[in-house]
Nanobody, 122 residues
């Protein structure tokens, strides 16, 4: 079993930056592929970014490419999502997830955190 806890969300003005963190616990000896997803009110959960178990392969949704960066620190059992040039459309609850295989799809992930709210004001 793997537990995931997100933090770092908050209220920021358009153009600002935030860094989300996802601390993993439990079966941390296994380097899981990790992903970030988000869900805005009234919308389905959507893919944001993913990083493979080795940290050398990443993938991003077109809507965040060039603005967001996913990274991981094995020593801290933490995955980060660095978000720059934030837009009001980025407002959502952000979730991190751990999967058994590298994927950009929700179904590829078995473990989920509770989410952290990001609100971007115009």
């Amino acid at each position: 079993q793997v537990q995931l806890v997100e933090s770092g969300g908050g209220l920021v003005q358009a153009g600002g930056s935030l860094r989300l963190s996802c601390v993993t616990s439990g079966r941390t000896g296994t380097r899981y592929p990790m992903g970030w997803f988000r869900q805005a009110p009234g919308k389905e959960r959507e893919f944001v970014a993913a990083i493979n178990w080795n940290g050398d392969i990443t993938n991003y949704a077109d809507s965040v490419k060039g603005r967001f960066t996913i990274s991981r620190d094995y020593a801290k059992n933490t995955v980060y999502l660095h978000m720059n040039s934030l837009k009001p459309d980025d407002t959502a609850v952000y979730y991190c997830a751990a999967g058994s295989s590298y994927s950009t799809h929700i179904m590829g992930y078995s473990y989920w955190g509770q989410g952290t709210q990001v609100t971007v004001s115009s």
